[in-house]
C-alpha cells in the first residue's frame, strides 16, 4: 500500500514555520497547537512531525518512537488540562478524520483533542 503526501498541505506548513500556530506543546516527534476554529472550549490538535496521512498510516510505518511519542503527547496535553476523568476531570474526546468519508480536510494525520463542554452524540447525520 502507498500512500501519498501532499508537503503543500497547511499542517507541513505549519511544521516548516511558514505560516504561525498557537502552540501548546511541541515534543521531538509531535507539535500540538490550538485549531483555528474551536469546536469546543479546549481545541486542540496534535500532530506527527513525520509525512503520515492518516492514524492507519502512521500506525503502519511510523517508528516505536514516534508512534510512543504521538500518544504520550496526547496523554500529556489531558493531564495538563485537567479533563482525564481517572483523576477527577470531567473528559473528553479523540477524533481523528481520515479520507473522504471521514471528512478529512488537512491530509496530514491529526488527532482533535475536545473538551470542556459536554459534547453531544458521537455523529451528526452526514
Ligand atoms: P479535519 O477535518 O480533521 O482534517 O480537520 C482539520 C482541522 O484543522 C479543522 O478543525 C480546522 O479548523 C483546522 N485548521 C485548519 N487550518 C488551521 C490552522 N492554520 N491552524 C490551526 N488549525 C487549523
Known sequence: ?????DDDNIFARILR????????????????????????????????????????HFALEASEAEIADFTRTI?????????QPGDGGAGYRLISN?????LQEVPHLHVHILAGRRLGPLLAKG
Do not use: W
Open 75 to 83: 496523554g500529556r496535553i489531558c493531564a495538563d488540562l485537567g479533563v
Open 98 to 102: 481520515a479520507g473522504e468519508n471521514g
Open 1 to 5: 500500500m502507498a500512500y501519498s503526501y
Open 17 to 56: 514555520g511558514e505560516i504561525p500556530n498557537d502552540t501548546v506543546l511541541e515534543t521531538e516527534h509531535c507539535l500540538a497547537f490550538r485549531d483555528i476554529a474551536p469546536q469546543a472550549p479546549e481545541h486542540i490538535l496534535v500532530v506527527p512531525k513525520g509525512r503520515y496521512v492518516t492514524y492507519d
